[in-house]
Every structure is written in C-alpha cells, then in structure tokens.
C-alpha cells in the first residue's frame, strides 16, 4: 500500500486525498466505519502532520495546510463526541508541540 506522504505525490493530489478524506468524515462516513477504520484514518492523517507533511518540499503549502485543518475538524466533529477519540486533547497538545519544533528554532534557552 502506497502512503499518502510518498515523495513522487504532487501536492494537487494530496489536497484531493485530504479533501476526500474530509467529505467522508463530515458525510458521516467516519461515524459510520468500524471503529478500527475511523483510527486508522485519523491516525495517518495525524501523522503525516507530524511528519510535516512529509514529502513536500520545504515548508508544507498554505492550501494543505489549511485542507489539512479542515480535515482534523472533520475528523474531531466526528469522532470526539461520540467517544471514539479520548485522546484527542492529547494528540491535539502533541501535534502543536511537534509543528512548534519544526521551524529550526531552538526549543531550550541557553544561558
């Protein structure tokens, strides 16, 4: 199975996996899916975030990035209410802390 970060991916056919990925969550397609599914999918969207969105080159393009936003709301207005992610906050706090790393600059204070 080919991931979805694979490096010969262009950027336009990832926004359509992301924006497919989207339709089936707010669809009700991720409501609908066994759960084991539904965290798949949440799982691999998460990462390849935190992989910053591996295979882009340099920085990952404002339309990603924000299709990608959309996705993860679709994903969390699925799943959170209904108790299939309890550890969104956790992931959430996670995910933040990666992206915040991921500029180059230095998280520790040299005094």
């Given at each position: 199975?080919?991931?979805?970060?694979?490096?010969?991916?262009?950027?336009?056919?990832?926004?359509?996996?992301?924006?497919?990925?989207?339709?089936?969550?707010?669809?009700?397609?991720?409501?609908?899916?066994?759960?084991?599914?539904?965290?798949?999918?949440?799982?691999?969207?998460?990462?390849?975030?935190?992989?910053?969105?591996?295979?882009?080159?340099?920085?990952?393009?404002?339309?990603l990035r924000n299709k990608a936003a959309q996705?993860?709301?679709?994903?969390?207005?699925?799943?959170?209410?209904?108790?299939?992610?309890?550890?969104?906050?956790?992931?959430?706090?996670?995910?933040?802390?990666?992206?915040?790393?991921?500029?180059?600059?230095?998280?520790?204070?040299?005094?």
């Amino acid at each position: 199975m080919a991931r979805f970060g694979a490096a010969a991916t262009p950027p336009e056919v990832r926004f359509w996996c992301l924006q497919t990925l989207g339709d089936w969550a707010r669809g009700g397609g991720c409501a609908a899916a066994p759960a084991a599914d539904a965290d798949a999918a949440r799982t691999e969207a998460l990462s390849w975030l935190a992989r910053g969105g591996e295979g882009c080159p340099a920085a990952l393009p404002p339309f990603l990035r924000n299709k990608a936003a959309q996705v993860v709301a679709a994903l969390v207005a699925a799943d959170f209410p209904a108790g299939r992610w309890p550890g969104f906050f956790r992931d959430a706090v996670g995910l933040v802390v990666v992206m915040e790393g991921d500029d180059g600059a230095s998280t520790s204070s040299s005094a």
